[in-house]
Every structure is written in C-alpha cells, then in structure tokens.
C-alpha cells in the first residue's frame, strides 16, 4: 500500500484526508500521463462516475478541472455503479476511468478509485507517480493551452448501455418472483431496480432515495438485518443488498437467513462446476472466507486458492491462472467472464440463475454449507505496522493458534482503507471466539496501541 492509495483507491475523509487539492492534482497527473504519448491532435479520453455522497461533486468538478488543464478530454456518467465504470472503460476503449466513491463508508469520506484501460484497478506504479506529483517529487507538469485544453460531456449513455449490457446476462426471465433489493441509497439506486423489472421479476425496494448524506445509513449491505426483516415481512423469494457504489451484493434467502460473499461463492461455484463451466474446477478466495467454506468445496471436490483482502488481489490471481469465480465473504464477487470487478447487480443476477435453472430456493441451495462462527473486532490504532510487528502481539496470536488446531483460526490483519487492526477467529462456539479474540486485543491495548 502507498501513502495515499490503498488496497481500494485514495480514501478517507472528504476535506479532512482527501482534499479538492488531492482530486486535482490526481486528475492533473492522468491527464498528462495517459496524454504524453499521443498523436498532434488526439487527446486522451477519461469517463467518471461517482455515488451519491454530497462531497462526490466537489471530488467530480476538481477531478474535471485537473484533467481538462492536463489536455484530456473527461465524459461523465454521474450518479453509477463503480462496475459500470470498469465496462464503459472496456467496451468505449477509454485510456482510464474514475470512479468516486468510499464504497462502504459513511457518507463523509469519500474516495478515488482509478480503473485501467482494461477494466481492472490501475496498476499501483502508476498510483506511485500519482502521490509523488501529489508531494512534490516530480517537476511541475506542463497546462495545456489554447485548442488542446481538454473539454467535459456528458455521457450518462454510458450508464444506460450498462444497464443494458446487465439485461442480457441471464439465461431465463424472471416473471413470477418477488425480490426484494437494498439499494444502500447509493449509486446502485440508478440501475438495479429497472434491470430487475425489465427481467420480469416484482422488485420491492427499499433505501433507494439518496439524499447526499444518507448512503450505507443503517441500510445496505452493511446493515443487512433491515433487507432480512424487509424479505420475511412481504413473503419475497429473495433479496439483494448492495454497497454505496454497488460493487458488493449480499444476499437474503426467502426465510431471512444471510447469504453472504462465502455462500455465494459455494451456490455460484457448484452450479458452475455442475455445468462444466467451472475452469481449473477452482474457487479464488480471500483469507478472511469462512472455514466451513473450504471444508464444504472439499466435500464437492472443489479447489480454492486464497489471496490477501481486495477484490483487486482476488482479480490478479484469476488472471493470472485461468479462474472465472473468485471473491470476498463482504459480497465482492467477480465473473471474470463478465466484469474486471466486484459488481453487486451482475452478482444478484448470477444468483438468480443459479435458482431458476436449479428449480431451487435460496435456502435450498446453501443448506449443505455450514459456516463457523466468527467474531471480527477492529481496533483503531496509532500504527498499524507497529502492532503488526510487536513481539508480544504476534505471541498471543500463535498461541491462538496452537489453541484451535484444525476447529478454527485467528486471522491478524491491518485495513487497507483505515487505521484499524483486524482481529478474526473462526471456531466451533461463539463463546470460544470471543474468548480468543478477546486475548489478542487485551495484549494491543495493553501495550498502548489503541487510539480512541
């Protein structure tokens, strides 16, 4: 991870750790960067895309300035999901694309997600360059003058040929189902509900009027308990509950029970392999999936490989062997064959295949897997490479460890995105998880590491 960009783009708080200045300067140096190499005449081209936070304006018009000042030309899509970013990228050849948005977070951060050519997360080289611009280290870039000063339009087509992109991939309609969708009042409010409706489905929303300080507010994928409530209420068949920029999909089967990343990884991983349709008869995983994941792909047969946090390194591993299926437990999952990115919508799709052509319910499809019980604390911190190193933490750790055997691990980790210590453990009780993960943390907030 870099100064400013971590394992998901520029984040932090709109003003406070992300400034309009930062947003300039970022768009100041792509457009210069992705223009250096082009022909008299040509300019390089730029989409963004942003949610619905209220600073994700302010962060649209100082990008804008930046890259028109540098020589690029920059179309807007608006309020639209990050994945409809990484599509536009791909399939309007664009040189870059700039999504706006801090995903989960509340609605005063915000950040900057830079996606390549390709569709995928920009390289962390070229993130590299970009803080380096930011703090100085590399000389004043030239400002476009006269005729080749870059101009903005409007290209919220972009976002309707997305939506249309989404209309095509399922298989078989669905006319007849009730599905209920959680749009977070983020950027998912935009898209999701008209594709469910033009499938023919009965699309029951809730949290889809964004208000610019409302996004991920006790709604959305981060506060999945209202959907499962919302789903058992109006007998639904389903329901789906997307992030702030709808990159993630969490899911609610038709008696309120969590679906989450892991278990859609299994549904979405058996029907594939069922179908001949699973390459390398292999699921990528993140370290933080479920242990009862992996012991249910060892009863398929299924093999798994398991990455670092971030759908980024998820999508690098695929691409890097052949895999088609690969996710988080927090609801990113990718369809390589589909998308370059976590994309909620595509993810809610893929699961409703899954139950059509299985004739099944979401209940149904789960019932074989059995997810441990785990217990995720956070610990805010004054430096995370610091207790990531103390001797005495990583002891408590081992020992945690040595403790659980085979029944369970502790998973150490820092957050990409905040200054937080994650401390996860898997086991047989809840009881035993907390016990555990209780004893890690007492020995970081005794040697001091806690910030409140």
Avoid: W
Wanted: proline content about 2%; overall charge negative.
């Amino acid at each position: 991870m870099g100064k400013y960009f971590g394992t998901d783009g520029f984040r932090g708080e709109a003003n406070v750790d992300l400034t309009v200045e930062h947003a300039y300067k970022v768009g100041r140096y792509l457009g210069y960067y992705f223009g250096k190499d082009k022909k008299d005449g040509e300019k390089a081209r730029v989409v963004i895309g942003k949610d619905t936070r209220r600073s994700s304006y302010m962060f649209e018009y100082s990008l804008v300035a930046g890259l028109t000042a540098s020589g690029a030309d920059v179309y807007l899509m608006h309020v639209t999901p990050t994945p409809s970013v990484s599509y536009i990228v791909r399939a309007d050849e664009f040189d870059c694309g700039i999504m706006i948005s801090a995903s989960h977070n509340p609605f005063y951060d915000n950040g900057i997600k830079i996606i390549n050519k390709h569709g995928a997360k920009m390289d962390a080289a070229v993130e590299e360059e970009i803080e380096r611009y930011i703090d100085g280290e590399i000389p004043e870039i030239p400002l476009a003058t006269r005729e080749n000063i870059g101009r903005t339009t409007d290209y919220s087509m972009g976002r309707n040929r997305y939506i249309g992109y989404l209309m095509t991939v399922p298989t078989r309609a669905f006319k007849n189902l009730k599905v209920g969708l959680d749009c977070a009042n983020g950027a998912s409010s935009t898209v999701a509900k008209a594709v469910f409706d033009a499938l023919g489905a009965k699309t029951y929303v809730i949290n889809n009027e964004p208000d610019g300080t409302n996004i991920n507010t006790n709604c959305g994928s981060t506060h999945i308990e209202h959907l499962q409530k919302y789903v058992v209420e109006n007998s639904l068949d389903a329901g789906f509950a997307y992030d702030g920029d709808a990159d993630r999909c969490l899911a609610v089967d038709e008696k309120g029970n969590l679906v989450d990343g892991d278990a859609i990884l299994y549904i979405c991983g058996k029907y594939l392999r069922d179908k001949g349709r699973l390459n390398n008869n292999t699921v990528v995983t993140t370290v933080m999936s479920n242990l009862g994941l992996y012991k249910a792909f060892d009863a398929e047969g299924i093999s798994y490989e398991k990455t670092a946090v971030g759908d980024k390194y998820v999508y690098e591993n695929m691409m890097e062997n052949g895999h088609i299926l690969g996710g988080e437990q927090s609801g990113h999952i990718i369809f390589s064959k589909n998308a370059r990115t976590g994309d909620g919508v595509l993810t809610s799709l893929k699961v409703m295949e899954v139950m059509i052509e299985n004739k099944s319910s979401l209940s149904e499809l789960t019932r074989e897997l059995k997810i441990f019980p785990q217990l995720l604390v956070n610990v805010r911190v004054s430096s995370k490479d610091a207790v990531m190193n103390d001797e005495d933490v990583l002891a408590a750790t081992n020992k945690v460890e040595e403790q659980l055997g085979d029944n369970g691990r502790i998973l150490l980790r820092q957050s990409g995105t905040e200054p937080l210590i994650r401390v996860m453990v898997e086991a047989e009780t809840d009881e035993i998880c907390k016990e555990c993960v209780d004893s890690v943390v007492k020995v970081i907030k005794d040697k001091g590491y806690e910030q409140l």
